[in-house]
């Protein structure tokens, strides 16, 4: 499963895209706002960091200013993705901008007749949102199920990115379910890779290192008197 990270932080793209673990990063505009930076700068430099897809998202809701939106981005960058809302006028785009080989990746998707409408409409990628759906007592991580189970049958390409990712539990399941990207937020990446056993684990080596270590000096000094 490929992880893309939900940020626009560069220092955090910078340090975790320094582990090798990420494959894309997916932004919107609440977590762009939080930069303080213009748009455009923020992208760009995101699109520098990081080899594989971006995704920033277009302001617009009818379908001629998300598709001119979408021209003007998908120019930054050639590893440019842009983001689109669920709703008809957003299908309407990206039908048009597949024609124009611009990817698009459909976000805010609930339910697997969106995404299977997404797909249609020609999505590279779409995004259901997992924690969102947890929240009204939708099992989330069974709607990635279906939605794989139905793009697999029909030989759909549109790749399933689990969004709205809430704690590591989310991510496990996300890759049990074969969801093909999960879109993590950079805080929750430390909780992917540490774990309590693997401290005690190493604090307990550093220990018998240590006592072994004195026991060696203490021979030698004996051997020396």
Request: charged letters at 20%.
């Given at each position: 499963m490929k992880f893309f990270l939900d940020?626009?932080?560069i220092e955090e793209i910078t340090r975790i895209n320094a582990l090798g673990l990420v494959d894309g990063v997916t932004t919107?505009?609440?977590i762009i706002s939080k930069e303080g930076r213009p748009f455009e700068e923020v992208i760009k430099e995101i699109c520098n960091v990081v080899e594989g897809p971006v995704s920033p998202e277009v302001i617009g809701l009818q379908a001629e200013e998300m598709i001119n939106e979408a021209r003007v981005i998908s120019q930054w960058a050639p590893n440019v993705v842009i983001k689109i809302p669920m709703t008809e006028e957003g299908l309407k785009a990206v039908h048009t901008?597949?024609?124009?080989n611009i990817k698009t990746n459909v976000t805010l998707i609930f339910s697997v007749a969106q995404g299977l409408m997404a797909a249609k409409a020609g999505a590279t990628f779409i995004s259901p949102f997992l924690g969102r759906l947890d929240d009204i007592g939708i099992d989330g991580i069974e709607m990635i199920k279906r939605l794989?189970?139905?793009?697999d049958h029909y030989g759909l390409k549109s790749e399933i990115i689990s969004a709205s990712i809430r704690h590591l539990g989310h991510v496990e399941?996300?890759?049990?379910a074969g969801s093909h990207i999960a879109t993590i937020p950079g805080s929750l990446f430390p909780k992917l890779w540490g774990h309590p056993l693997t401290d005690k684990g190493i604090q307990g080596f550093l220990k018998d290192w240590e006592s072994f270590n004195k026991t060696?000096?203490?021979e030698?000094?004996?051997v020396t008197r």
């Open positions: 940020t626009a932080n919107n505009p609440s901008l597949s024609k124009e794989k189970q139905v793009f399941a996300a890759a049990e060696l000096e203490g030698n000094h004996a």
